[in-house]
């Protein structure tokens, strides 16, 4: 064990010979051991020593070990002696806190693996707890913002987490709802699972529904084995179902029944399995209208909507746009021994742009802006290809060959440019083309595995084409 000599273990046993001899062990154990011989003393002793671990005989002079299990607890783990053993003693023991239970007498080696035992599991412990606060930590640093809206988030996310309600995230692409959802998880009781998300966009009707449900072998063609869904592997924890609009009618009818009941079956199963998870949904539609127009259940959208957080689109938190592009300024400048900073012009242009693609968009500027300024400490407007301020709308674009274009790859450039103008925003873009983002997506996917034909050079397009760039920009939308 690592830095074992600079471990403390209280011995707190009344019989002087057997307090010798436990010391005389952990100290060949390498451990710095120190002895007393009743509970007064122990408490004195603490005062001025933090051990790692106490050993604690059964009956002393002034009182029962295992009645102070649980002061001594507070400050190490407890391994508990006595030299009459019993179950129900052990029991007694365990329930007041002990890490573990001997009988004298104690031999060397039962001595060594207890010992170790106890304080490997502590070590752990406390690791868990480090990485867990880290992680809450490391979320909540990754939601930054100082505007009222930014604030009224943060609220709600504090008044929802500590309960298991289901919650529906509200908001235009792209403005950082699925880090609102990993707050909600990382500030609940289930935080000590990992979060698990499903982009109910980006997959076709019956994948979505096997990754959700799981499937049973030979459910449908190409089902080899049993795959568990992500419910089912979500036991304990939280899923998140972003874009939740997306999903078809039957996935809707299933996805009521698991929030009605808790129950689900995986596709071709006969038997119900419980589903024991908190659902965190989210959306970039108006669900309230599609359930008028007819186009969302309404009986799922009153299950997913108990508790509704809507995020604020970016032009509506000014206030917030310097502090995040200074934040993805510092996290994501990989020129360590250059150090950036935005130009006063710079900071007005970034304020005054209207953000179609919200946080997205502005982050994706700012790394355009490191990439474009190179060795230059000071990034100017010109780095960002951002529109002068009063320009409105996305930035008006041409298409160039060297060639006559096929139509294949006349399409290829037209998407290439509205993504590049719209940040690399699915959303918006498929917005500004008049199609749906899920066809969109789709079409990307294929492109980028090489399903469809076409591609050749655009003026702007060189190399593998849109379809190859970064993953950041081709991701579902938030």
Request: charged share 25%; glycine share 8%; with cysteine.
């Amino acid at each position: 064990m690592k830095d074992s000599r600079k471990r403390h273990i209280l011995v707190v046993e009344d019989d002087p010979p057997l307090n010798r001899m436990l010391l005389d062990q952990l100290q060949r154990q390498g451990f710095n051991a120190v002895g007393v011989r009743t509970l007064a003393e122990a408490d004195k002793t603490v005062q001025n020593m933090e051990p790692a671990l106490a050993i604690l005989d059964i009956r002393l002079p002034d009182g029962q070990g295992i009645e102070a299990i649980s002061r001594f607890r507070e400050i190490c783990p407890v391994i508990i002696l006595t030299a009459f053993g019993s179950i129900d003693q052990a029991v007694q023991a365990v329930q007041a806190g002990a890490a573990d239970y001997l009988i004298k007498p104690v031999s060397p080696g039962r001595l060594d693996i207890a010992v170790k035992r106890a304080i490997e599991t502590e070590d752990m412990r406390r690791k868990i707890e480090l990485f867990e606060s880290q992680n809450k930590s490391a979320a909540s640093s990754r939601m930054v913002g100082n505007s009222q809206g930014f604030a009224r988030v943060q609220q709600m996310v504090g008044l929802v987490a500590p309960a298991d309600t289901t919650v529906l995230i509200q908001g235009e692409s792209g403005v950082g709802k699925e880090l609102v959802a990993e707050s909600i998880h990382l500030s609940s009781a289930r935080a000590e699972h990992q979060l698990v998300t499903i982009d109910c966009a980006s997959l076709h009707e019956n994948l979505l529904e096997s990754e959700l449900f799981g499937h049973e072998r030979g459910a449908f063609t190409g089902a080899d084995r049993k795959k568990e869904g992500l419910i089912e592997v979500a036991e304990g924890s939280t899923v998140f179902l972003d874009e939740i609009g997306e999903i078809s009618p039957a996935i809707q009818a299933k996805l009521l029944r698991v929030l009605e009941t808790a129950r689900f079956r995986r596709l071709g199963g006969t038997r119900d399995i419980s589903a024991n998870v908190r659902f965190v949904t989210a959306t970039n539609r108006n669900l309230s209208d599609w359930v008028k127009e007819g186009r969302f259940r309404g009986d799922l959208y009153y299950r997913l909507s108990p508790f509704v957080i809507t995020v604020p689109p970016l032009r509506e938190r000014r206030d917030d746009i310097l502090v995040l592009a200074r934040h993805f300024l510092e996290s994501r400048n990989f020129m360590r021994n250059v150090a950036k900073h935005f130009h006063a012009s710079t900071e007005a242009l970034l304020v005054a742009y209207d953000w179609p693609g919200n946080i997205r968009e502005l982050r994706n500027v700012v790394e355009r802006g490191l990439l474009m300024s190179a060795g230059d400490g000071t990034i100017w407007p010109r780095h960002l290809s951002l529109p002068e301020a009063g320009e409105a709308g996305p930035r008006a674009f041409s298409l160039a060959f060297d060639h006559a274009p096929s139509m294949e790859q006349l399409k290829d450039a037209y998407i290439e440019r509205m993504l590049q103008n719209h940040g690399g925003n699915r959303e918006a873009a498929a917005r500004a083309m008049g199609v749906s983002a899920r066809n969109l997506y789709r079409h990307i996917a294929d492109k980028k595995a090489g399903r469809t034909g076409g591609g050749g050079e655009s003026g702007d397009a060189r190399g593998e084409g849109w379809w190859a760039m970064k993953d950041s920009n081709l991701r579902p939308a938030d």
